[in-house]
């Protein structure tokens, strides 16, 4: 069964600095992938996702995430945060068609 | 505009005292899906519908039921609930399957049981 590992439920950043949030993932087949965000208060949203081509894919928001094989990671960033970036993000892994496997979540705190 | 709506949004009630969590989708989707997000744990699948008539369990389906009528309804039933499905409910829906396509969630809802 695919699973999805989030290092750090709470990442802190201040306003402009580099976000880099991490998801490694186990997956027996080729993986698709995916990086959702929730506002307090809100479902999930899509962020962006990797389903063949491009290793490198970007999102909304200014956010890009990297899939790497060898290393079995899409970690997501954002070269400058936004104080509007603070929220929970989730990285997931589709396993078969049925259903998508969610990390625990990252709680992403911008300090100004 | 496409949306996913979910009622009710907040709801407390009581042990045992039967509840239906309604979803609706506008957008024509065939795969609907429910998921339940607790603390430390992400969002864990309830129940999955590929199409009407057609549900399947996901990774948590004991003390819920679905049902799939129709393509746009697709609601949650907890019979009998108990303290431990307390917890925020999502219902999503996809234009196919999950594999590799966007799921559109809905705002969410959330469930007490005292």
């Known amino acids: 069964a695919q699973s999805v590992t989030q290092l750090g439920s709470h990442v802190s950043v201040s306003e402009g600095a580099l976000v880099l949030l991490r998801c490694n993932y186990s997956?027996?087949?080729?993986?698709?992938l995916f990086w959702y965000v929730q506002y307090p208060n809100q479902g999930l949203q899509l962020l962006l996702k990797?389903?063949?081509?491009?290793?490198l894919v970007k999102g909304i928001n200014g956010f890009e995430a990297e899939f790497k094989k060898s290393e079995t990671s899409f970690h997501l960033t954002k070269p400058s945060a936004h104080m509007s970036d603070a929220a929970e993000y989730f990285c997931a892994v589709s396993e078969g068609f049925q259903k998508l496997v969610f990390g625990t979540g990252t709680r992403l705190l911008v300090s100004p | 505009e496409a949306q996913v709506t979910q009622n009710p949004r907040y709801l407390i009630t009581v042990t045992g005292k039967k509840l239906t969590v309604t979803c609706s989708q506008n957008m024509n989707h065939e795969y609907m899906s429910w998921y339940r997000q607790d603390p430390g744990l992400g969002l864990r699948q309830i129940y999955y519908s590929m199409n009407v008539e057609v549900t399947d369990k996901g990774d948590v389906p004991e003390g819920y039921k679905v049902s799939r009528k129709e393509k746009r309804n697709f609601p949650l039933i907890l019979e009998s609930p108990s303290p431990n499905q307390t917890s925020l409910y999502f219902c999503?829906?996809?234009?196919?399957?999950?594999?590799?396509?966007?799921?559109?969630f809905g705002e969410g809802s959330w469930l007490t049981v005292v």
């Open positions: 999503a829906s996809s234009p196919g399957d999950f594999s590799g396509n966007t799921i559109y």
């Open positions: 990797y389903t063949t081509g491009a290793t």
């Open positions: 997956s027996s087949v080729p993986p698709y």
